[in-house]
């Protein structure tokens, strides 16, 4: 794993399939980061709805320039396997604002009868050093701190549709095989995420290292997410972890995702390399409702696969620690509000 020829091989060789047709998600309800047209995300929803999903919330950063309500009406009209009968709403949610994703939760708590599923896919790809108006660099502030941001805010009302119907609710991190593909030589500095900020650690504009290096910090987070929620001395059976969650690999696709890193041949590149955005939803579709045994995983081509060997080293679990703690602190600075007891239901 984790190997640029071997991504080559796999890109190749395996081809991503749709989830089998006795999937089915009836009465159920799930949200969609990232769903705007060309999307993953998108790709994602429309599958979802068309397996007898109740309620799909697209979660979209601006609806007008997203053109959401065709995004939606593509998902109504499928017809197969069977018309799709989903209430589709839209909503609005923006990383980049700290406000804005507690307002959006806020809304999910006080409007949705239950949360069965969350795909969080929203995810930017910045070659050049740009600071969000959070003070943060881009990659960071919407892949890193908007996805750990929203996967705290969203844990209760998986929580308690868990409760009311004894079957796992699933929260799914979109990451990447780029994880592998970092450095990461921030992780020695006395603050991780404020080196992260500085624009002295970037690098040379169009190096793909921040990115990847967020894709990085996806999962650890996660590992870390789900054994907070989940403490190895909590039985799976006993209740305690009512929330199933992992992290995925969507493979190299066609998206608007790479739309400022065009490489010489790229049409032919992706000709013969990239997977489609519908493939690529269905990685996100397989790990979203496959895998139910699974907890605190990392899914690619459909399947548990390991993470880099860095991630589990002992200095990738130190730095795991020290992410979470520096990002909870980030949270409480700017949110008064947040309770990551009363989040995590310890
Ligand atoms: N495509 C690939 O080859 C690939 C490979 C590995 C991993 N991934 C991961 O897959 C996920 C989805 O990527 P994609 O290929 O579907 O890319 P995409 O087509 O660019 O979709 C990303 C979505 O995220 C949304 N987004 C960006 N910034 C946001 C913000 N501040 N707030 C809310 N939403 C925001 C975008 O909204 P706008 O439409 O408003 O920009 C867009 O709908 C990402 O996490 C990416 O890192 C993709």
């Known amino acids: 794993m984790g190997t640029q020829f071997g991504h080559i ?23 969609v980061t990232g769903a705007g047209n060309g999307s993953l995300g998108l790709e994602a929803a429309k599958e979802l709805a068309a397996h007898g999903l109740a309620r799909l919330i697209l979660a979209v950063r601006n609806t007008a320039a997203t053109n959401a309500e ?14 799709v009968a989903c209430d589709v709403q839209i909503w609005e949610v923006d990383y980049e604002s700290f406000e804005s994703m507690a ?5 999910a708590r006080a409007e949705l009868d239950r949360l069965d599923v969350v795909i969080l896919s929203a995810g930017v790809k910045k070659l050049e050093f740009v600071r969000t108006k959070t003070g943060h660099e881009s990659n960071i502030q919407v892949n890193h701190l908007g996805t750990a941001y929203l996967s705290l805010l969203l844990l209760p009302s998986l929580r308690q549709t868990a409760r009311q119907t004894g079957r796992k609710s699933r929260l799914t991190i979109v990451a990447s095989e780029v994880h592998f593909w970092t450095p990461f030589s921030e992780r020695s500095a ?26 990085l910090l996806n999962v650890l987070w996660m590992r870390e997410l789900s054994s907070q929620v989940s403490p ?11 929330v199933t969650i992992n992290a995925v690999n969507p493979g190299f696709c066609t998206s608007a995702l790479h739309r400022s890193h065009v490489m010489p041949g790229q049409a032919f590149i992706n000709h013969v390399l990239a997977w489609t955005p519908t493939q690529g939803g269905y990685c996100l579709t397989n790990a979203a409702c496959g895998h139910h045994d699974r907890q605190g995983a990392y899914i690619s081509e459909q399947e548990v696969k390991p993470t880099s060997s860095f991630v589990t080293s002992a200095e ?14 980030l949270f409480q600075d700017v949110d008064r509000s947040f309770d990551l007891k009363y989040l995590l239901g310890s």
């Open 232 to 242: 190895a001395s909590a039985s799976v059976s006993s209740g305690k972890s009512p």
């Open 316 to 329: 990738g679990e130190k730095s795991q620690k020290r992410l979470w703690d520096e990002t909870v602190t």
């Open 103 to 107: 307002a959006f939760a806020t809304r």
């Open 70 to 83: 065709a995004a939606k009406q593509q998902i109504l009209e499928q017809s197969s396997p069977e018309p």
């Open 190 to 215: 006395p603050l991780i995420l404020q080196r992260l900020d500085e624009k002295s650690s970037f690098g040379e504009k169009g190096d793909m290292e921040r990115y990847n290096t967020s894709k």
């Open 9 to 31: 091989y796999r890109q190749l060789t395996f081809k991503p399939k749709p989830l089998p047709l006795g999937i089915r998600l009836d009465g159920q309800t799930a949200i």
